[in-house]
């Protein structure tokens, strides 16, 4: 045995030379440095075995107990693993008193002496394991044989040896856990917080149909399969109703679309999200009985005591994203204070229980200082954070209270990022979920026995994706940690009421982390969800049931901002677009129809000018006004006119028209709003009114001035002739006759002749004859 053991912990040392760069087996790098580095085989090769923990029978060990250990060993190498044989080892003699020693056992991929020794007993000897094959052991190892005694967290280790050729026996590959013990000595629990979300991507569109009870369309009906078996988020509900103190952060949108769901619903066919709802582009919803039973569950549930609910804003705004990309669009303050009240009221309303809506929760905790002043902004005094944005200085030698005061009036829950990320990925395997839970069990023990006598407060933040295996784990970590008795359950509120650590950081970064600003709303984003505002204002002035389409597009606009778009951003894109198109369409709706050329036959005649309402709802507080581009040509009389239209029909209005000369002539349709405010509705119409035929009136007045033009320049003429005939020079032959005789045809004695007219020096004078002459010719034509 003693040999073998020699061969062993010569292998160790050469295998542990793939950890000397990260300096975690300091103590052997006197022997693989003798080595040259092109000797030493590669770490698959080496250890091809992938041993894998599934369960421990006893979550936390005790005196004179058993602990059977079960798992799968599978062959991943190319060799046949000949008599391979699973062991157990006795860790070190004494726990680990810090939680980077428990990071560093963490951080170990190959065998090593840290590990321990392997212990004669228990041995399971297998099959030989041929590549890529599976088999399952279980290790009863009673704890004595482990010799562990004083309270704390061991290493437990399980390795493989056997052989893939003729060489002896020796380590495949190893697999770690950690083993919490519970002896004589104890220490005050921790108050531990765990935020349990419930929260889903936003699926209730903006469209209603159109009956009297407004039947609600969903954009899809995965919801349905979560409500209820296997479901995510059934399993939440049901896995939280077994564990006391927790603090349930729910979406209020998530719980308007299950409302929405106990009764008819309707679900949009894929590609007619910016349609407005009907028969044709919708099929009946199947969750309505799933809806009917979660919810009612989750309010039996939430009205337990010792259990707090928090209220997100309705719909989960993204914080972070609006702090940096959208905080100084307009109205995105007051958008985000409605989320707020809008969220509790629905929460309310819907749980029929109290809920705090004080409490903001940034993307994954991750918070800056712009972040916390928009979540300042608009109500969060008590912040959720990711305490890798409030990391603690290394030199603090225990993990102080989560509550910390970060100034102006708001404080910070900080979550512990070691126990927060064992929960952040899916867990779907029973070997991920064991290793989640005694690893959440070794950090929390070693937190309480920092300073036995000084209980702390703790927070577990979860991903607000928690999956049902994810929750699963958490629940089981939970129950284990306050059976062991070194934690206590209890409510975010009891936490974040106790007081802060003055060693704690209490800074907050001016920068945010450049992976997670990746995956925000970008500023054009949140700028086009914010000017859909004024479209929607603009509808609600001429609809007579505004109401009808108030609430739907106002809750649709903050589902467009939702934090849960960052791990679906083509949904968003495609759900933001969605509501776009569906706002444009019912615009639209609401028209003027197309034309190019009209035929007018005639000076005096009227327009036809149409309106289509295809709105499912009357509409007013419109005019229509019609604007020629040349008056002169052609005048409207009656340029504007009052529109009011019942649902789907369309409306011919007339203008009377007066032309004064033929040809084509530009004029303008456009519907306004009316009011103080008035603003043009939707595109305006182009078209060309074409004037055929001037009628005898016109014709005559034409006639009668050509007339009048021949015979003033036969006057002329003959007047000139008699001035010649006197003898007379006639300096300007163009000017008319004197007046009569003996009168003096100039002006008063002694005044120049050419005083009272525009001299052809003053340009001026002569410029404003021109103007009146053209002035003359718009008048009379």
């Not at 791990?567 to 933001?576: I, N």
């Not at 006639?703 to 002739?721: C, D, N």
Request: charged fraction near 20%.
């Amino acid at each position: 045995m003693a040999a073998r053991r020699g061969r062993w912990t010569g292998r160790l040392v050469r295998g542990a030379a793939a950890l000397l760069a990260g300096g975690l087996v300091g103590a052997l790098c006197a022997a693989p440095a003798a080595a040259a580095p092109g000797l030493l085989p590669a770490a698959a090769a080496e250890y091809p075995a992938v041993v894998r923990i599934d369960a421990l029978s006893q979550q936390v060990a005790s005196e004179n107990s058993t602990v059977v250990v079960t798992g799968t060993l599978t062959n991943s190498g190319t060799s046949t693993f000949k008599a391979p044989t699973v062991k157990v080892r006795q860790p070190q003699a004494r726990p680990m008193k810090t939680r980077s020693e428990i990071a560093m056992a963490a951080s170990r991929t190959t065998p090593s002496t840290l590990d321990g020794i392997s212990l004669d007993g228990p041995v399971q000897g297998l099959q030989d394991l041929e590549p890529g094959k599976s088999e399952e052991f279980s290790l009863p190892v009673p704890v004595s044989a482990l010799k562990v005694g004083e309270t704390g967290t061991y290493e437990l280790a399980v390795d493989v040896w056997g052989s893939t050729g003729d060489e002896r026996a020796h380590p495949l590959g190893i697999a770690r856990t950690f083993l919490p013990y519970q002896g004589k000595e104890s220490a005050q629990p921790s108050q531990l917080a765990v935020v349990w979300p419930l929260t889903h991507a936003p699926v209730l569109a903006a469209q209603t149909m159109a009956d009297a009870d407004q039947t609600p369309v969903l954009r899809d009906d995965t919801l349905a399969a979560e409500l209820t078996g296997d479901g995510r988020l059934n399993r939440l509900v049901d896995l939280g109703s077994g564990l006391t103190g927790l603090t349930w952060a729910v979406d209020p949108d998530l719980l308007d679309t299950v409302y929405a769901m106990t009764k008819p619903y309707r679900v949009q066919k894929p590609g007619t999200s910016g349609e407005s709802a009907s028969e044709e582009n919708t099929v009946p919803g199947t969750g309505r009985d799933a809806a009917t039973a979660w919810l009612a569950k989750l309010r039996t549930v939430l009205a337990k005591p010792n259990t707090q609910v928090l209220s997100l804003p309705y719909a989960d705004p993204d914080l972070a994203s609006i702090a940096h990309n959208g905080a100084g669009l307009a109205g995105m303050d007051t958008a985000l204070r409605k989320a707020v009240t809008a969220g509790q009221i629905t929460a309310e309303a819907r749980l029929s229980v109290d809920a705090a809506s004080d409490v903001a929760w940034p993307y994954r905790g991750l918070l800056d200082q712009r972040t916390a002043a928009v979540a300042g902004a608009a109500g969060g005094r008590v912040l959720l954070v990711d305490g890798r944005s409030l990391p603690d200085s290394d030199k603090l030698y225990y993990t102080p209270n989560a509550v910390r005061s970060i100034g102006n009036g708001q404080t910070a829950v900080v979550g512990d990022s070691v126990l927060s990320s064992l929960f952040q990925s899916d867990l779907g395997s029973a070997g991920d979920r064991a290793s989640a839970v005694q690893h959440f069990l070794a950090e929390t023990l070693t937190i309480a026995l920092q300073e036995p006598e000084h209980p702390r407060g703790l927070l577990v933040l979860p991903s607000r994706s928690l999956t049902g295996d994810a929750a699963q784990a958490l629940h089981d970590a939970v129950l284990g940690a306050a059976g062991g008795g070194w934690v206590a359950p209890t409510v975010l509120q009891k936490v974040a009421e106790q007081k802060p650590d003055p060693a704690a950081n209490a800074s907050v970064p001016q920068s945010y982390p450049e992976e997670a600003a990746g995956s925000e709303l970008s500023a054009g984003e949140l700028t086009a969800t914010t000017q859909l505002q004024d479209g929607v204002d603009q509808l609600m002035m001429i609809l007579t049931e505004p109401e009808r389409v108030r609430g739907p597009f106002s809750a649709a606009m903050v589902r467009a901002m939702s934090t849960e778009w960052r791990e679906q951003p083509k949904t968003g894109t495609e759900f933001r677009n969605g509501v776009r198109s569906y706002l444009d369409n019912l615009k639209s709706a609401v028209r003027v129809p197309k034309k190019t050329v009209v035929t007018l036959p005639g000076d005096n005649a009227t327009l036809l000018v149409s309106v289509r309402n295809g709105l499912t709802q009357s509409v007013g507080n419109l005019e229509l006004k019609i604007t020629s581009a040349q008056p002169n040509r052609l005048r409207v009389d009656y340029p504007i006119q009052p529109v009011v239209m019942d649902a789907g029909t369309s409306r011919t209005f007339r203008f009377p028209a007066e032309a004064q000369v033929n040809g084509p002539v530009q004029v303008t349709a456009q519907l306004w709003t009316t009011g103080p405010d008035a603003r043009p509705y939707g595109e305006a119409v182009e078209f060309t009114v074409d004037v055929t035929s001037v009628a005898s009136g016109v014709t005559y007045v034409i006639a009668g001035g050509t007339v009048l033009m021949v015979l003033a320049g036969v006057r002329f003429s003959l007047q000139r002739k008699k001035r010649r005939a006197a003898g007379e020079v006639d300096e300007d032959p163009d000017r008319p006759a004197e007046g009569p005789a003996g009168g003096p045809a100039d002006g008063p004695a002694g005044t120049p002749r050419d005083a009272g007219r525009p001299s052809d020096a003053d340009p001026s004078s002569a410029a404003g004859a021109t103007d009146r002459v053209a002035g003359d010719e718009k008048v009379d034509h």
